[in-house]
């Protein structure tokens, strides 16, 4: 998961590297990652969200499609 | 507490207080448990993608959010300075600690300097997107990749 400027930057990117552009998340979008996965991860208790809630979870902030389904291995 | 929650928890404090991650003597000695306990905690902290460690067993590489190899993601929190694994553990570092940070990253395309303040109520408004390149379905097929 990688920082650009601007979505023109990352089909350069892309382009350069032959790779299929993919999802672009907001920085508001990740925030809510960034505290849903490690708000707790220093605790005794920590623990990966598993896929139904990593499912509710990106559904809640607006990632949706195949791309963010995390498939049967709990994420 | 069981092995694997203290070999976790001692492995995260040594880092926040230290920003490197500690070698597998240092956890031994601290949580009293060998350092074959120790390697297999690791792996079953890796298998609940808590940890992720070298080829060696018992080097660590990653304690998402903290990267132990230096990055381009640098996390400043009071005067420390952590390396993050990716843009998500970016800003994970601040959410884990409940502190405010700054983090100094960059386009990965233009290689522009990307400065991104961020308090208690989240990241300060700052032109840039964040790619995605692999599916969450992959994300651990090859984490260093992703």
Not at chain 2, 3 to 21: K, L, N, P
Not at chain 2, 118 to 135: K, L
């Amino acid at each position: 998961m990688l920082f650009f400027r601007s979505e023109e930057l990352v089909k350069e990117w892309c382009r350069e590297r032959g790779l299929p552009q993919r999802p672009l998340v907001t920085l508001d979008q990740l925030w809510q990652l960034a505290r849903a996965w490690y708000k707790d991860r220093l605790t005794p208790e920590a623990r990966r969200p598993m896929g139904n809630e990593m499912r509710e979870i990106f559904t809640r902030i607006g990632l949706e499609g195949p791309f963010w389904d995390p498939g049967t291995r709990a994420g | 507490m069981d092995i694997d929650t203290d070999a976790r928890m001692m492995v995260s404090r040594w880092i926040v207080e230290t920003t490197r991650a500690p070698g597998i003597a240092q956890v031994a000695a601290r949580t009293g448990h060998g350092a074959d306990g120790v390697r297999e905690s690791y792996r079953r902290l890796q298998d609940k993608r808590l940890l992720v460690v070298e080829s060696d067993g018992e080097t660590i590489r990653m304690a998402p959010p903290f990267s132990a190899v230096p990055t381009q993601h640098r996390v400043h929190v009071g005067p420390r300075e952590y390396f993050a694994n990716c843009a998500w553990d970016a800003l994970g570092i601040p959410a884990a600690l409940g502190r405010k940070a700054t983090v100094h990253s960059r386009c990965e395309q233009s290689f522009a300097p990307l400065t991104i303040e961020v308090d208690e109520s989240g990241p300060a408004s700052v032109p840039c997107v964040i790619h995605f390149a692999v599916p969450a379905a992959q994300w651990w097929e090859d984490i260093v990749f992703t």
